[in-house]
């Protein structure tokens, strides 16, 4: 078993949850087949996939960095607020970017 320091296993925690990057577009046919479903419903159906993936494996890796103390989640650059806040955004918001622009916003204002 690995023994790690809270804050190389946030940061490894936070990079797992990165690694899942958008389906691409489907390409465009030269012919139609009737019997095809549209590319638009394909599209939908692999951003919908997409998004359910996403919001697991932020469940499944960023919330569980709740449980370590908040100088922790200060050295990997995130605070227990923005967390919880990321956790409440609708299904259709990928919570993990929206955490990183909340926390270069936080570094902004704090340069």
């Known amino acids: 078993m690995k023994c790690e320091c809270p804050a190389q296993h946030a940061h490894n925690a936070w990079e797992k949850a990165r690694q899942l990057a958008p ?5 465009a046919l030269h012919f139609y087949m009737p019997a095809m479903p549209s590319m638009r419903l394909i599209r939908a159906l692999d951003m919908a996939w997409w998004r359910y993936r996403r919001r697991w494996l932020f469940r499944r890796h960023i919330l569980p960095l709740l449980a370590y103390d908040d100088h922790v989640l200060l050295d990997i650059g995130h605070c227990r607020e923005d967390i919880l806040w990321a956790n409440q955004l609708p299904l259709k918001v990928d919570a993990i970017h929206a955490l990183e622009a909340r926390q270069k916003k936080r570094q902004v204002q704090q340069a």
Do not use: D, I
């Not at 389906?23 to 390409?27: A, D, L, T, V």
């Open 23 to 27: 389906p691409p577009k489907p390409p």
